[in-house]
């Protein structure tokens, strides 16, 4: 158990629709990463936040967004959802000068 | 930019037998490495990481890798695989200036044969 939470574990809609998913990073991280896993793309990382604000961007679509609250847990907002967009949802997070990034155990996100 | 390549998608080894996943990375700057496994329904899971100083690194599980900056490898090997190796392991980069975005390789499949 790497100490990060996701919710939820599965989550199936339809085509257009909009979702979020949300992580808890382990105590004391600030930092909280969103990477994606798909068969075609593989691995790629979206977004990084860093204690409430936006620190780094990857290959992240304009239709998502994610934002970190003050507790620090985030959440990644999925709008007009394709079939595309089917995949593994992975949170990360690691501390201040810690280069190590503990992964949770995912959102598999299913769209219809 | 930084791009990693693991040359083998898929890799069967019997049991007890050694093991060695490769991997290849290319980048401008310095960097750490990492590996990680996933296991079958998982998330990922630390197993090493070179960050500085000795180039073998020792991880969890008995594995361990070697970083040869000249041939800008970072390849993991096991003297001896368990069953409970099969997962898919990732190799990953990132640079050691801040830039801490994780790049991937694409995986290698480690299927262990009875």
């Known amino acids: 158990d790497s100490g990060v939470t996701q919710t939820p574990k599965h989550l199936i809609t339809a085509t257009g629709q909009r979702v979020t998913l949300r992580c808890s990073p382990r105590s004391g991280d600030l930092s909280v990463y969103w990477y994606q896993q798909s068969l075609d793309q593989g691995l790629q990382f979206l977004i990084q936040?860093?204690?409430?604000?936006?620190?780094a961007k990857g290959n992240i679509l304009e239709r998502f967004s994610a934002q970190q609250f003050p507790d620090l847990h985030s959440e990644l907002n999925l709008s007009s959802l394709e079939l595309g967009d089917s995949a593994l949802y992975f949170c990360a997070s690691s501390a201040p000068g810690i280069d190590t990034q503990y992964f949770g155990p995912g959102t598999r996100l299913t769209v219809l | 930019a930084q791009s990693v390549t693991q040359l083998d998608s898929q890799v069967p080894v019997f049991e007890e037998a050694p093991v060695e996943l490769r991997c290849n990375y290319s980048?401008?700057?310095?960097?750490?490495l990492f590996w990680y496994v996933q296991y079958p329904n998982q998330g990922l899971q630390l197993l090493l990481k070179y960050l500085s100083g000795s180039t073998l690194v020792k991880g969890i599980n008995g594995f361990e890798a070697e970083f040869n900056k000249s041939q800008t490898s970072f390849h993991l090997r096991k003297p001896s695989v368990h069953i409970s190796d099969t997962a898919e392991y990732f190799c990953?980069?990132?640079?050691?200036?801040?830039?801490?975005?994780?790049?991937f390789g694409t995986g290698t499949r480690l299927t262990i044969i009875p």
């Open positions: 936040y860093y204690n409430g604000e936006e620190r």
């Open positions: 980048s401008s700057v310095s960097v750490y």
């Open positions: 990953a980069v990132s640079d050691n200036f801040g830039n801490e975005k994780l790049t």
